[in-house]
């Protein structure tokens, strides 16, 4: 199985940083996904939900406000203005999905980004 390395970081430092084998992004033209050996690519990102597929087949998801992404063969970058990672136990995952709310709201460049990510927030909450 191929992976790549996915690095998120935030100007208060990494929240990510690890072997993938897979990542979708909120792309300022709409959402892509990114797999290992895909070619070079710099793009802006909106607000939205950063979906990995992490190594150990766990989907871990991370609602951003806004960045850029710099794609290479065998690493993604990803630098936000901010970001929530959305998992952890309930009580944690219930404050994170509050705080990812609000992220988005703040960020308000486009209503439709915007609702589309609430919507995958949301959907993320049911899950609890």
Known sequence: MELMKLEIVTPDGVIFDDEVKQVTLPGSEGEFGVLPKHSTLLSLLDAGVIVIDTKDNREVSVAIDSGY?????????????????????????????????????????????????????????KGL
């Open 69 to 125: 992404v710099k794609v290479e063969e065998e690493k993604t970058l990803c630098i936000v203005n901010g970001a929530v990672a959305l998992s952890g136990d309930d009580s944690n995952l219930a404050k994170a999905i509050a705080e990812a709310k609000e992220l988005l709201q703040k960020a308000g460049d486009s209503n439709m980004a915007i609702a589309a990510a609430m919507s995958k927030v949301e959907h993320i909450a």
